[in-house]
């Protein structure tokens, strides 16, 4: 089946920056837009980014001008630069295949997340 595998979380300062890798397999990775979402303790998942096989990218208001999404066709790898972040940034991070639209009931495969923590 399709496996999304994230990587890349961990503890940073508020200010720092983290890079995300999500690589993809038992999918026609290159068909598929992708994307991120995240989820804080106690809150509902949230959409952060996504990038369409075109590489047509669009995100959250809270992330714009700060995160990053990318693909590596080649690789079957999705990737979300952050920077700038902010510990209301801190949540587990899911990468998402075959999305239909920015809702997570769109959402066809999930990753398992990593966690980002911004500390202040």
């Known amino acids: 089946q399709v496996q999304l595998v994230e990587s890349g979380g961990g503890l940073v300062q508020a200010g720092g920056s983290l890079r995300l890798s999500c690589a993809a397999s038992?999918?026609?990775?290159?068909?598929?837009?992708m994307g991120w979402f995240r989820q804080a303790p106690g809150k509902q998942r949230e959409f952060v980014a996504r990038?369409?096989?075109?590489?047509?990218?669009a995100y959250a208001d809270s992330v714009k001008g700060r995160f990053t999404i990318s693909r590596d066709n080649a690789k079957n790898t999705v990737y979300l630069q952050m920077s700038s972040l902010r510990p209301e940034d801190t949540a587990v991070y899911y990468c998402?295949?075959?999305?239909?639209?920015?809702?997570?009931?769109?959402?066809?495969?999930w990753g398992q997340g990593t966690q980002v923590t911004v500390s202040s």
């Open positions: 998402a295949g075959g999305l239909l639209t920015t809702s997570t009931r769109a959402v066809q495969y």
């Open positions: 038992g999918m026609i990775f290159s068909s598929n837009t």
């Open positions: 990038i369409t096989r075109g590489s047509i990218t």
